[in-house]
């Protein structure tokens, strides 16, 4: 069955729609639940900010922005939200790689078990190297690479030149496979299949 | 020379690959230093396709001989295969569910507490005494407007309204004096002209009555303000002792 078109569901859920609100809610929880991640580094505290950050969705639904750029709308919103969070807890990341390692929920959906857990494998090798960069480094790298916004947007979000996001993304990729490359090496080689 | 030996000779010449690079590396240590801090300054724009064909042939020579950038590049292509795959995380129906929870509880506050707001608001204004209350109150925004000076304030009201009786006079009489030229007004001439006299020595005295009337407002709120200094000043002075 084909999924709501999104100026519709967005225009549902601004006139108090419950039905509209689970959709939206299912629909985004994936990208939110990502961004607090990238954030909170724990899986426990990613949940709790992910929720914070659809209640307060819920209370500003009046005020969202039109569908045409909501996506970005929402990953800003989620962003400033997650800082905001951090910025109460007293510290940007307090995660530990073990957990990590723990959150199950790392696997992407679609793919067959043994491809699903190849990907959740090398998807949980990455967050941990991304816990190792510098938090502007990490942060250009979650809203550019990961979330897919425009260098503008970056720019705008961070308040820095637009050279400048494509330089340190640049640069952060580096720092992010050697850091991937360093873990492999510390694991060891993979067992033979 | 036999062909056979020249061949042979020609082999043991040529380095080896391990030689070659070891070569390299030898040269480069004697000249400009190792050449991998430099390649990784463009490796991730190599990876995009960014680089122009001269560096991008020069990079793919470097990477040739390199096992360290080679790695490093491999694992930058899976970068970037792997990072917008992280875009979004699977959190299934319990997420789901605890975020309805909340949001649903929070309507629920929200709808008890307009009910409540609803209920004081019914229960204040069926107070038998809210509707003194009111007034005491608006007399009091009244005087807070008015400020310290009401007589500034009526003399203000007083200058606007002549200013506006007297052009509503301006514009009776000259409507007046049209109605008189009207070939059309003519039976009973005499009584329409007497009634119009009438009406615009009514309109002229209007000032007359409006600036009655604002000395009577301005003593009032005169008589307000001063009851109400005295009755805050008492106030102050059971406050201080």
Redesign the interface.
Known sequence: MADIELPDLLARCRAGD?LA??AF??RF???V??IA?AYAGQADDA?EL??DI??RL??TRRKWADAPIFLPWLIRTARNLSVDYLRRRGARTKATESEIDD?A?????GLDPESQAI?GS??SL??RALRRLTTINREV?VLR????LSLEDVAGMLRIPIGTVKSR???A??E???H??SLEQAAGPEPPR | MDPRTYRERRRQAQLSPSESRDLTHAVLARTTGGTCARSHNVLASFVDGDLDAGTTALLQEHLDGCIGCQALVATLRQIRIVLPAMAEMALGNAFTARVIAATSALATERARQAAASVTWWTRLVARPSFSLEVAYVCTLLFILVIGGNPAMFAETLKGKAQALTASAATAVGQRVDRARGDPRVVHGRQTLSAWLDMAVSDVMASPVVVRTWLGWLADQSMAAWKHARSWLAGVFRDISS
């Open positions: 419950e609100w689970e809610v299912r929880q994936g990208r639940y990502s991640f949940r992910a929720q659809f209640v819920f209370e959150a929920e790392l696997a992407g959906a990907a090398r998807r990455v967050w790298l690479e990961i979330q897919g993304s640049n640069r990729r580096l992010l496979a050697q991937v490359l």
